[in-house]
């Protein structure tokens, strides 16, 4: 049974920076791409960012392009997505994905006060 449980969220000024983890069992995670996704009050979820198998390759929503990192670390079974210069916009329950699959976890509430 494959389980992802995020991490890391909370409450940060605007121009603040956050790191989110994603911890992953019941596969083989290095066979994986992983991804961040994101939902806001009332809207529907939307993709954030996605890394392969090795992480050696990474792609960005445009909205957070060059302000968030996607990282793995394949010996952990471990996603991160360390957040900088967040903005009141960047507020949502963040949940990460293994890609392929259909698995979520419960995801992790980050909030960019103004």
């Known amino acids: 049974q494959v389980q992802l449980v995020e991490s890391g969220g909370g409450l940060v000024q605007a121009g603040g920076s956050l790191r989110l983890s994603c911890a992953v069992s019941g596969l083989t995670f290095r066979n994986y791409g992983m991804g961040w996704f994101r939902q806001a009050p009332g809207k529907e979820r939307e993709f954030v960012a996605r890394i392969n198998t090795r992480g050696a390759t990474a792609i960005y929503a445009d909205s957070v392009k060059g302000r968030f990192t996607i990282s793995r670390d394949n010996a952990k079974n471990m996603v991160y997505l360390d957040m900088n210069s967040l903005k009141p916009e960047d507020t949502a329950v963040y949940y990460c994905?293994?890609?392929?699959?259909?698995?979520w976890g419960q995801g992790t509430q980050v909030t960019v006060s103004s």
């Open positions: 994905k293994v890609d392929p699959g259909d698995s």
